[in-house]
């Protein structure tokens, strides 16, 4: 018996601890994103849920496909409209893969960028990760 009231207590005793903890306010909500202006034109990407700025399959050269195969990357002609940045773009053929996930294109030139939400005025030290 003595041990059933303990774990009553104990059970009691951490639910009356578990709701007098306060939950922290919600963040308040990202400012959009303004479509950002290149050479090229403007590209318009997203914030992630921590407020950083994210472009993703931001294309960097023009296509390597048709009339451009077997030369070197071309410039990507400026544009009127704007580039959406806003989902990753295909990977360059490789080596047969078993990750039917990745979607792999000879049109391949592009990055995915992301940049902090107080990044005004920091010193620059891009990162390049390759694999």
């Known amino acids: ?30 400012p959009p994103l303004p479509p950002t202006a290149v050479p090229q034109g403007k590209i318009e990407g997203f914030r992630d849920a921590h407020c950083n700025a994210v ?30 940045a806003k989902a990753y773009g295909p990977t360059c053929p490789q080596a047969i893969s078993n990750d039917a996930f990745t979607r792999q294109d000879e049109d391949c030139l592009n990055l995915n960028i992301w940049a902090p939400k107080d990044g005004k005025n920091l010193p620059a030290s891009p990162t390049l990760t390759t694999y």
């Open 55 to 84: 472009y993703l399959g931001v294309p960097f050269a023009a296509s390597t496909g048709g009339q451009n195969r077997w030369k070197a990357p071309q410039d990507l002609p400026k544009s009127d409209r704007p580039i959406k």
């Open 1 to 30: 018996m003595v041990l059933h009231n303990s774990i009553f207590t104990l059970a009691t005793g951490l639910t009356l601890a578990a709701s007098c903890v306060v939950a922290a306010p919600p963040a308040p909500p990202c």
